[in-house]
Each structure stands twice: as structure tokens, then as C-alpha cells.
């Protein structure tokens, strides 16, 4: 292939029917409700998005990614952008779970993000002038290549992306974003999950491009009514998945985390079809043995 | 014509009456509900355009007009900007739809713009300086007509043009919009679906100028209905076909994918009558023979 | 009159006398609808602007004025900027009018701009670096005047004025819109209509700067109604013209095309009276034979 | 006074108390509704604005403000910038008033800026590069003190200013309209009538700059009311003059143009008080005999 | 300290102990409403904002502020940027108020900006090219010191700020206001009112940064109702103030300006209570002599 | 590491488990109530945000913290950025609170950023041209870090960060948040309030990047309420921290400052459940001993 081509002709049979997903199922999110509407989980090898605004939970999300890992004894890495690694395992503890033994015994590696950020001025007093701070997202896929390429881990997490990528509206977001999955995809294999702060106005509204490359958009709300907030989840997006399209309150609690609050109405379909709807009725056939589970008869 | 010129005078009248349109009729869209309220699918040789935030249907409305291909004995390319192709196969299968023998068969052609976008850092550690990403439009119809051109494929899906288009509000997206539609449809002489992914707001709002140069703009929509989300499509705009001006409800299924939920109000007027409208009662006469139907008569 | 000048004085007394809308009179639209309720339709000599988001019938009601002028005799020139002119003969003919006698007996002059357009990439494969593609505005008018001053053409239509003209928001939109009006004008002798692709929301809320320039601008809408649209028209100016204030609702049909569907409230006042108001019951004497009908005794 | 300085110190007592306006009392707006509320019309030597969309009547106003001159036997220069004189004076006939007699009895100057347009391309084809065309505003300030200076003009009307300031949104926007007032109050003693086209939404809620430095801003509507529009005048600002802060209705007829559809609730008072406040029944002392009006004693 | 210092260690004692605010007490606003519910004015030595669109009554306070001036016998220093001097003149007197005569004693000393806006164009015919016209905010502080330093006055007005100030959503906006602040508390020894006109939408959601560092914010809006216009005033910020935080209508009439139509709901508290709120009973200890009333026992 | 790394592997055990805020506890915020709601206070050595428009209650916030310290014995460092020292300490005293003693006797050290931005025009006539005023913020820190790291203080306060950080929307402002949080809790061992001025509509609205970073956001609104505004403080995020999503009412009273208004409804719990729901009777085990006090059994 020509360096300069935009294009490139179709891959062999074999490349296609040998895809990642359908070999390796899916894996289990953390958060058991997510799992049960969505037939199991992150389909494997495949790249996530967890967005909202600051304090909706997405760490915590990330964390219980983690646990379920250990819990199947996967190996994780945990790219700390936001927070530095013992916050991580501090809020953790705050929860009732326990990081440190797992970290000793190398199950999880932390990747730190905060000395980029704090090998600042403070350190050398006669050189204070403004260097280039924006990350270089080539540089990132480097550095996370370099240190996680041999780890053999099964799932990756980077709390968040915010930094190391270009802004919303950033003309050149969306070919950075395309960048980053599919080289995260291509070179390690493993189950990502990605978070984003949303920074204008609620994540409803606010949609960075990376969420036509990632193959599910998980969006955290907290959502007002009469002065008080509820926690709220929506699945914007699932590919090859069969899933409801509504939201869903849930809680956080310490030992459960989040949890859903209360059975999805219309749990196992694309669309949740009105009461009345003589479809409702219809036994559908199952699709694939292993990655779309029997539809509810009712 | 000299190079020069801004405009250039009618063709001769035979050019005139042997537009494409005319001599091919129309192609389903794959969708029988659309199909039904479109008098027969989409025009020969014009381009369509499918729009829509992450997670509306966009990528199973283009499998959906692949596999009406396929019924039709048609040659097909698919060109796959956000995703790899491998990954369009496998959701195509998580609905029910094996691609696969049709690959084989030469009957689907992928063109792949992975490559474009993972040939990065990770391959050479020591050179990650940030390299213009921009896709040029013109190299990127270079390529498309050297590898399409001589495949007389009848139908060309594009998944999705985000990355090959200048963004919705920059003032070249106007003119980049006219050149893609004239040059596809003056090169390769196939029906063409676009997808657009909306990423400012509801695809409601946000209007990219490609809407003006294409033949018909389809909008898929997640509207809120009390903490859950219907999907509606919204026909913004059909050229040379008369159809109703109603937002239609639908599902998306395995095996049957996308499928309108109810018969149309007003099916097959331009204009959606109040039910106590005396013309309503008029029978209009048929138009041409091949290309609109006769119109219900009530 | 100095080149430098920004001011000039006023005209002799006879150029004021004798301008052209007195001598012409007016001109049908080519929309019975529209012009019952303006006295008779468009002033002559003057430029009139039908705005509308994609989808909304601007074309449609480009080829109904231009068919109105088939109907009096008129030559008419059309530039066609989004569609090529076989696809407006297409679109003519799918409503049931046939466009191609009129082209064969030279009173339709169809000027093509999709050349200017499509002269790309795919013909020279090894040239494919971006030239400017920014239409400039004096030379589109050279080219018009070279192609259409010897016609003389009693109508012109531009369809649409976007990719010629800079976007709304930018600076020198202003300057550019005087500058096309001004230059049709005053060196083509005849009616023009223009027509405006709006791409930011809806077209009641985005105003281009050429509104301020033409004799009148006509807004059509899609209105969303529960679910459904209605195709609603509205005059926002119409210079000299005595019309009411309010949305028309109108239906696109084969055959009849735009088609107003009741009498309007308020014919024939620039204010929509209430019905209690005792000025109702005034008699207004004529005030031009010719321009401003007699006004409705009640 | 130093050129450099950004402050001079107080003019003397005799410069304060020959203000023009004091002297010369106020002059008929040409609208006896807006006389009527504003005790006698605009005050003499300041300078006003005319704001609203395209189709709101800013034009018909000027016209207005014109034939009060005619009638007050004052000579007026009018200003074209969006229309050339000839239609200015077709459309006056529109509505039952003849300019001519006055054009030719010298009692109107019209400085017409069309030919700063429309000097453009057509003429010379081979010369079609853009030159810059925004327009100086020191420029214009130049050219009608050439053209005014000596004609005595007791009225000036520009309509309307958007070509010759930067936009709204412009930081150099205030400097210049700073700079255009003051010129124009300093160097020609009459009354001004500026226009001012609003093309970012509706006038109420773009605000130019400009309005902090005029003497009064009158904004004109078009509101919707159920698929009707009535027109509207708000008069947002009026220095040191007692009126209401109410909207009113209005109509354009031929013959009376723009005419106040009915008594306005509270005229003569700044803020229109609530019917059950005891101090409407206060009976407030005249202020000065000429310029404010004694109050209504309920 | 040494020049390139960001920070500077704390005052000593003395200084401290030493401030203006507490020594001087407060100072009348002109407005007795707005005296009754801020414990007497303004604080001595302090720095205000006024804000609101135009028209909404900021230089009638500004007039009031220096009329209570007069009355206490204070000079005072009105910097004119607006309007002339003369203007603001006859605005007062127009109110029933005549400023000449302590113009004549010398105890209000008008500085006029006008001139460094009007010493232009129509002068010097030959000489149009635009300087730049952005005022240095630096130089227009040097020559307020240069005038105003020997004045000893006790109040300053500047009506209005923006032509001095960068936009509120300029970058720079930020530094500049605290230095304008910071330079007139310092070097100049008076309270000082600014205004600042919003000239986009509300000044409820214009917030200019300069907010920050001023002592008390004061928005003066017009509220539409049902399509007549309330006057209202909020005050946003008060600092060292117990003061409600509810909007109070207000009327303009001659003699007595700007007058609060009603006794304030909860004067005399930072927060409205609820009337059922038992702590409404509770009786506070009066905090400080001078500058903090006892507050109402109910 | 390299000192180009962007990532850096894990820290040791050690450093995990030895993190600041377990072993030092919580401290309390100042206002009881939020002490309350929050099991203590803010966690040891962390960084928390205060933001909200002016005259919302932010500087108030600081000094209660700021007295809080004083009642523990802790050194604190108030960093001025908004105000002198000297309004500092007059506003604590206007509330009833005296300053002065803790300055005197080293307990408070006062950092004054007011003399870089009055370092200016005023004192140096004849130098006036614009010097860049941009705050540089590792200057800043490196400022902060020579007054205050021997001091020892356990508390520091800046109010405001606006003029040390880059405005929300710009680019660079998600790295000098990341930047400032990280430099400030790695050299300087203190737990930190920061204050932020919200300029763009409600803080509700705008979120600044620093959101992401810090352990904790309160935000602090008045809410209109029927042309009344009520105070009302909203936990928008609170790391490691079992607390409620309401929105709670305050009020500021002279000795009180800060009152929350009524007992939070779901005191003890990440999220406010409804009445009923069964899960509220289950009791939860305490998580751990020290930070997360036992849950309400109801």
C-alpha cells in the first residue's frame, strides 16, 4: 500500500471472519445491571466511552471496570490522567474495596499521568517561562505501548482523555479521535474504557466525535427535579448489541457501587415498544448462539 | 470552456433528456417502510444522505442498503471510515446477516480508511511529531475512483464522510460538499449513501451544506419522551418524489433491522392534509408512469 | 464622480421619474396564491429572495416562476448552482411539467456552474492539492453578463445564491449582497428571484444581510406540529407592496406545484386588523392605478 | 488640549448652558402617535435610531421623518445606502406620497452610496480581483460633509448605517459609533435618523453599540401570534423625555403610513403604573415650559 | 518587593487596621431607597457598578449620585464618555434638576472624552486612514490623575466604562478591570460609580468580570409583561452589606429620579425568609456601630 | 524517567498505601452544616473549589474556612487576589468577625496580588504603553511556594483563580488546572479552598476544567424565585465522600456568615432515594472506621 493512499482495498476472508469480538465474547462491565441489559457486557477488544460532567461518576465506573477484571483475573492497567494513583486507591478504599494487594501481586499497573503535569516551576525557580503543555497524543500511544505492550492485559482504562486530546470543537478532534481507537484497538489487545469530562453545559448535549469511533457511549447525568439531583445513566450507543433506549436511575453506594435502581421496562430490545403494541407478543429466534441471548418472551 | 469560467452554458438537449434519473428508475433503500412512502426507494445515480447523532442507526441503515444490494444481484462498495471493515461484518452478523459469501464472491468491496489513521507512532517510537491528518477530498476521490471505477458497482456507501469533509460551520464546507456529490455523480455511475454523524446538538438543528446538493437527506433521531427515547426518521428533504412531511416512529430488530413502526398518516402527498380538507377527496392523475405512482385515492 | 467617492449626489429629476417598476408593472410568481394577496406579483427590474433550510420547495418555487414566464412569453435565464440543469428538468418533469420544448426553442437559458465544481481531482490523478475553490463574486458576474446580456432575458434565477456569496455571519457578507443586487440590477434588465439555503436552525431566526438589499423575501418552513410538518410561507418584506402579516400555510402537489391552502385572513393590508377593530370598516381610496389595487370594502 | 489626550476639562459655563437643544425645542417625528407620547417629537440637534429586521418598517419611517421635513418646510438630506434613490421614490408614491416636486424644488438632497457598489466587475471584465470594500467611515464622514455642509439641512437620515459600521459584535463597533454620532451632532446642526437592520435575531435582543450613544432608539417588530405577526415599536431608550415603557401596536397604510393602533395606557410617564397605585392620583409640578409637557392629573 | 513579583507578603498592622471603609462610613447614593436598605449608601473610598442595556436609567442614577453630592457638599468629578457635557446638563435639567451653578462654583468638574472621538475626519479632509481609535486604559488613568488629583474630590462618576475597558469576553478584560480598580482606590481618594452598558441580551447574564473586583453590582433592567415594561433593580453584590436579594421596581419621574415604588420585602437581611422560617423571631446583636444597623425585630 | 515521558509506571506500595489524606483525617469546612452532610469536612491535603457568579457568597465561604483554621490552630495563607488585605479583614469585621489579633500574632500571612496590577500608568507618567498583564501561572506558583513553604500553614485560600488561570473555554485551560492542582498538593502539604468567578451565565452552566481536578466542587447560586432570589449551595462533587445531590438553601448572617437553612433530607447518602423505596431500610456496614461515619438506620 502506497504511504500516501487514503484508501486501502479490503482485507482478505480470513482477516474478516476472523474478528477480535466474536472470538473472545464479551466482558463483564463491573456493574451488574449493565451486564444483564446488555447480554454480557463490553463485546472484548472493543473501546468504550464513560462521558459526563465532573462528579457523575465516572471513576467510580472505572473502578468497579477494574474490579470486575480482578474478580475474572484479568490483568488491567489504569492510566491515572485525572487523579494521581493513590487518590485512585484511596476513593477505592472510601468504597469498601481494597486495590493494594492486587497492585502488589501485578495484577494492576498504574500508569501516572501527574509528574508530566507537576514537573513544573516550583522545582526550578530560574526557569519558569511556558513550555508547550498540550500532551502529544503519537507521544501517549508511545509511552502507553511502551510500558503496556508486554503486560498481556485484558482491559485498559485512562481516567480521562480530556488532556490528551484536542477539545470538542476542535476541527481536528475528530481525526485525533480516530487515531486513538483504533491505534488502542490495533496494538493492544484488550477491552477499553475510556471517560470524558464534559465541560459545556450537561453531556447530553455535548458530543465529541471520538463517539462515532468507540463502539459504546455510556453517558452519566445527574438530573434536577424540584432542587434535588438524580443519578441517571443512558446508553447513547451499543453496537452489535441488543439494549433498550432509556434511562436509568441508579445509586452509588460503598461496598456496591453503582447500582441500578429498578428493572429496565424494556430490557433486551433496541426499542422500547409501546404497551399496547401487538408486537410485544412476537417470539423473535435467537440470532447468534453466544453473543445475543434469547430474547424475553412474554 | 475556457478554465477560467464561473459558469458554463446548457448542454445540448439531448444531455437534457438522457439524464440517468430518468433511464434507471429507482433502487430500494433496503427499508420496505421507506421503500412503501418513497414510490419505490431511492433515484438511480443520485446521492443520498443519512444523518444523525452516535447511536441512531446510521451504520445499520448502510448494511440495510448493502443487503438490498445483494437481493438485487447489485456490486456494491463500502467504504469504512469509522470502523473497520471487519467490524462491520461482525454487527451485520449480531443482526442475523452473514456478509461474508458476498465478500468472497466479489459482490461487496471494502474500502478501508483504517490505515490512514493507525499508520501512526506506535510503528516508529522515534518519530511522533504531529504530521498533518486533514484528509484531502480530492485525493480521497483519487483513490476511490482508482479502486471503484472499474468495479461498475450500482450502489457506493460512505460510513461516514465526517472525516473527508470540512466541519459544518466552516466556510469551505459549502464548496467541498458540491465538489463531493458532482464528482461521485459524475464518475461512477452508482446510487450513493452518505452518513453524517451529528456532533453539535440534535441533527434536528445542525445542518451541514452537503443537505443542499444531495438528492434526499433521511434524519434519525433519539427523541426524549419521559426518561426514554423513541427513534424517529425524519424524510427532511426527497427530490422528485412525493411523500408526507410526518417524522415516523420505527424499531431496529435482528433480522428485520430497521422497521417502521406504523403505516403513515399521509402516505404519498408532498403535504400531510387536515383530515376535513375538502381536496382530499380530489384524485390527481398520474404523473409519469414509471416514477410516481398514482396517488391514493380516497 | 470622483473613483474615490463613497457619497454620490442625487440623480436629475428624470432618472427618479423614470424608473423601471413604474413603466413594468408587475410580473406573476408563477403561484396564483402569492399573487392574489401582492397586488399581482414581483415588481419588475427588482430582486426578490425565497430563504428556506433544505427541503423546504425553493426549487420548486424557482421553477414555477420560471414556468410563469413560459406562460407570458418571457425569456428566462436560470443559473443552476446545487442541481446540474439536467436534474432540474428531472424534478419539472416528475411534477408533471416538461421543461425541454422551451429549452429546444431557446427560451430557456440554462447556465451550469456544476463544471466550475466538478473539474477536480479524479480527472488529473497527479494533481490533487487543494487550489482555492472560493467563488468570486465579480467574476460570476462577468460570466453572467457575457452569457446572459444579449439573451434578453425578462427573468433570472439564481439556485442558490450560497456558494457565490460569503456566509451570513461573515463581515463582508453585507458588502457582497449590496454588490450582487446593485450589479443585476442595474446591467440585466429584468426580474430576478434568488434563492437562499439556510443551514443554521431554522430560517425565521438566521437573517443574511442581502434581506436588507432586495425588494422582498419570501421564508418557507417546515413547522413541526405533534410529529408532523406543515409547509408554511412567509412574506418577511415586500417592498411597495400593500400584504398582510401573517404564515401561509401551503401544499406541494404534482401539476398545481405550490398551492396556497385557504384564503388568507387579511388580504390585501400590511396589518393583519383584529376583527373588532372599527378601522376595518374604512373605505381606502386607490392610490396608484396601476401598482396598488383597489382595497377590500368590508 | 494635547492630541495625545484621552480627557479634556469642562467646557465653560456659556458652552454648557447654549446647548442646541434647549434652543431649538424639538421637531416632528412624522409620526403624530410618537409626537404625541414624547411631547413633541425627537429634540433638535440629536441624533436617533431606527432598529429591526429586514420588512419592519424602518424605511417607511424615514420616509415619514422626511415629509414631516417637507411640511415643516426644512431642507433634509437622505442618505441611500440600501436602496437607490429612484426607489425610495417609487416606493413613497406606493403609499401615496410625491417626492418629485421637493427633489426638484431642492428641498431634498439624496446622497446616493449604490455607485460605491455597483462600480464593480461587469464593466471592466478584465480587471475582477477583489479590492477592498469595506467602507472607511472617516471616508464617508468626509464625503457628507462635502455634499451637506452648505445645504443647511435641518434633517439628515441614513438608511441604514450597517454597511458603513462594523458589526455588533466588532470591539472597534463602539469606537465608531461613538465617532459617527459625535462627528455628525458637531459638524452638521440637524436633527438624525439613523436605520439600523438587525440580523442576528430579533432587534430586542441584538443590541449595537451604538444605541449608548444616540439620543433615543426606537426598535420595530414583526411579533408572532399564533401563525399572524403584529407589528410593533418599542421605544427603548428616549433622552430626557418623559414616556412609557410599553409596546405598541402599529399599521402602515398608504395615505397615513405607520399609525399608533390606540391611546397608548400610560402616556406621559416614564413607567406605567399599576392601576391600584396610590400615587397615580399625585399631580406633578411642570418642569419646563417647553420641553416637558404637564402631566396627566387622574 | 522586587519588580517581577506575582505576590506580595501581607501589609502591617497598621495598614490593615488602617482601611478607608471604616474610618469614612458611608456615603449617600442619592437614591433614598437605596439608602434605607444598604445601612446608608455606599461605602466611603469604594468603588460601584451600575449596569444595564441602554435605556434602562444608568445615567439618571449617576446624576443622583452626584446630586447627593452637591447636597453634602462634596466635589466631585464626572467623566464624560457617552454623552457631551452639555447633555448631561439638559438631562438633568429636562428632570427638574439644574447642575450650572455648581458647574460655575467649581464644585463639579466635568472631563470630557468627547474630543479624542470627534477630532477626526471632517477636519482634515486629506488625512482619513483610520489611527487606531482602541483608548489605552493606562493613558486615560494618567490623565484622570492629571486632572483629578488636585480636585480632592469625593465622588467619581464615569458614564460609561466600555469604550475604556475591554468586552466582557475578551481575554484581557480580567486584568484590566482589577487594574482600574486598584488604580482609583489607591491614587484618586473617592467613591466611585461606574456604569457599564450590556449590550448583549440582559445584563442579568452579561456578567463583565469586572463584577469581581468592584464592591457592589447594581443591574437596572426593564422586565417585559405582557408587553409593557417593568423597571427593576437588583442588587447583585454588596459587599460588608446585609442587604436582601430580592429585585425592586422602580419608577423615573422629574424632581425625584429614580424612586422605589414599594418598601422592600425582608430589608434589612441577606436572604429573603420564608415566612414560616422561626428564625425570622430571633433578634441579632447589632455587630458594629457605624456601619451595620440593628437589625428589624419582628 | 525520561524527562520527555508523557507516563510513568506505578509508585511503590509504599507510596499507595502512605497516602495524605488517610492518615490526616478531614477538616472542617467553617460551616457546620456542610460538616455535617459531609462526615467531617474536606479530606486532608486535597484541593477543593468554590464557584459561583459575583455576590453569590464565595468570599464569605473563604473566610469562614479561614476561621475554621484559626479555631483549630492551624497557620493558614489567604492568597488576595480579588481584594486588598485590609477589605479582607473589613468584611470580617462588618460580619462580626475580628482578623486582626491572628494576623498580629503570625497566625494568617496575607499574600497580596493587588500591587502587580497597580504597579502601573498612575505612577509613572511618561511610561504608559501596555506591558503583557497575563498572570504567568508557574511564576505564580513559584511566588507561592517562597512565601509559604516554611511557614507551615495546614490551610490555604485563593480567591479568586481567574486572573492566575486561562478563561473555561480556552484550550490551555484543562493543562494549567491539571498543572495548579498537582504543583500545589505535591509542595505544599495544606488542604485548599479556591475560589472561581463564573462570568458566563449561572454557574450551573459553566464548568471550568479545574472541576475535573479537584476532590470537591460547591457551587453557590441565587436562584430566582417570583422576582425574589434565594441562596442555595450545591455539592456538584465530592470525592471519596458519601453525600446527598440536593440542592441546599442557605443564608449569611452577621456572626452565623453561612447558615445552611434546613436539615438536608437525605443526609448520609451518595443518592436522595425516594420515599418508597424498599432499599431504605436496609442498614449498611460501616465502611471504614475513620472517614465514612456509620449510615442512617431508618
Chains 1, 2, 3, 4, 5, 6 share one sequence.
Not at 481516567?159 to 478532534?173: C, F, K, V, Y
Amino acid at each position: 500500500m502506497n504511504r500516501e493512499d487514503v484508501l486501502e482495498k479490503q482485507p482478505g476472508k480470513d482477516e474478516l471472519s476472523g474478528c477480535r469480538s466474536e472470538q473472545n465474547g464479551r466482558v463483564s462491565t463491573g456493574i451488574k445491571y449493565l451486564d444483564d441489559i446488555t447480554q454480557g457486557g463490553f463485546l472484548c477488544g472493543r473501546t468504550y466511552l464513560v462521558s459526563g460532567t465532573p462528579g457523575t461518576g465516572k471513576s467510580i465506573f472505572s473502578l468497579q471496570f477494574l474490579m470486575a477484571g480482578l474478580a475474572e483475573g484479568d490483568h488491567s492497567v489504569y492510566v491515572c490522567v485525572n487523579e494521581r494513583p493513590e487518590d485512585v486507591v484511596f476513593t477505592a478504599k472510601s468504597l469498601g474495596w481494597d486495590l493494594e494487594p492486587a497492585v502488589s501481586a501485578g495484577k494492576i499497573l498504574f500508569l501516572d499521568m501527574s509528574p508530566f503535569f507537576s514537573r513544573s516551576a516550583v522545582i526550578n525557580h530560574n526557569r519558569y517561562e511556558r513550555r508547550g503543555t498540550d500532551v502529544n497524543i503519537r507521544k501517549f500511544l508511545i509511552d502507553l505501548d511502551k510500558y503496556a505492550r508486554n503486560y498481556s492485559a485484558k482491559r485498559l482504562i485512562i481516567d480521562s482523555i480530556n488532556l490528551i486530546m484536542p477539545g470538542t470543537h476542535e476541527s481536528r478532534a475528530a481525526t485525533a479521535a480516530r487515531e486513538l481507537v483504533i491505534s488502542i484497538e490495533q496494538y493492544l489487545s484488550c477491552t477499553t474504557l475510556l471517560t470524558f469530562d464534559c465541560w459545556k453545559g450537561s453531556g447530553k448535549n455535548e458530543i465529541h466525535p471520538i463517539e462515532s469511533y468507540v463502539s459504546g457511549v455510556i453517558n452519566l447525568q445527574l438530573v434536577e427535579k424540584s432542587g434535588c439531583f438524580d443519578r441517571v445513566m443512558w446508553l447513547k450507543k451499543v453496537k452489535a448489541t441488543v439494549v433498550g433506549s432509556e434511562a436509568h436511575k441508579f445509586i452509588i453506594e460503598p461496598v456496591d457501587g453503582i447500582t441500578g435502581l429498578r428493572a429496565p421496562a424494556a430490557n433486551g430490545r433496541l426499542f422500547a415498544r409501546e404497551p399496547n403494541d401487538d408486537r410485544n407478543r412476537i417470539v423473535r429466534q435467537e440470532v447468534t448462539k453466544e453473543h445475543t441471548a434469547v430474547l424475553v418472551k412474554e
